[in-house]
């Protein structure tokens, strides 16, 4: 059994190949909003649940295009491969080639995963080239970036502000708007700070964002400029 494997070693490899192309074919005609949801966790077809189905699918054909040029190269070398797994496997006990073929299929879903980062950054890079910085992070944070773009409009570059939020996108906001300088304030549970902190900071505005939804925010003046 394992001599008739080793020698269609190749057919299988490419059996494998052609099965993820026609696989991605089937789920692209399908369109990625009726399956996506099968893999959510809310079970909805959000728009970064369905970027994600959109990148997949390139990186399956991308993959199984790959099987099917290792399974020219294994046709190539048929002879010394097909020598090697049975030597090899011969030295193995029942348990080891059951661990070896577990390994073969992480390496494969290791190899689909580095398809996808491969598709996404090379996707990144032909829609971002010849952007400015500004419009490729408005980009990325999509609808989130209405916060991005009222700070740019409202303050100016040496403007205080005091975030008040726990939602993550204020270390953002602090990294992609310098100089201007940020300030968060949590004491004893509380997030208004007295007067006097405000007065020492010498806090201009103040931005307050929903901790669930950054859409979802007001800028007011607190000082002045």
């Known amino acids: 059994m394992l001599k008739l ?12 190949g052609g099965a993820c192309v026609l696989a991605a074919d089937r789920l692209e005609s399908m369109g ?43 046709l190539r ?16 006990t029942t348990r080891q080639r059951s661990v070896f073929a577990l390994y073969w299929v992480y390496g494969a879903v290791t190899g689909l995963m580095i398809n996808f980062v491969a598709v996404s950054v090379a996707g990144k890079l032909v829609h971002n080239w010849n952007r400015a910085r500004t419009q490729i992070v408005e980009r990325d944070l999509g609808e989130e970036a209405e916060v991005l773009r009222a700070l740019r409009t409202s303050t100016g ?24 300088r940020f300030y968060f304030y949590t004491y004893e ?9 405000m007065n020492q900071h010498r806090i201009q505005w103040v931005l307050t964002i929903s901790d669930s939804d950054a859409r979802q925010f007001s800028l007011v003046r607190a000082g002045p400029p």
């Open 5 to 16: 494997l080793s020698r269609f070693l190749p057919v299988v490899v490419l059996a494998a």
């Open 32 to 74: 990625a909003d009726r399956w996506v949801v099968l893999f959510s966790q809310t079970g909805t077809a959000n728009e970064r649940n369905l970027e994600k189905a959109r990148l997949f699918l390139p990186a399956l054909k991308l993959f199984g295009a790959e099987l099917a040029l290792a399974s020219f190269v294994l």
């Open 77 to 92: 070398y048929r002879n010394r491969v097909s020598r090697f797994l049975l030597f090899f496997f011969s030295h193995l």
């Open 157 to 180: 570059e040496e403007a205080r502000i005091l975030i008040q939020t726990a939602n993550s996108i204020k270390y953002l906001l602090n990294y992609e708007l310098h100089p201007r």
């Open 189 to 197: 549970g509380k997030t208004a700070p007295p007067p006097a902190w």
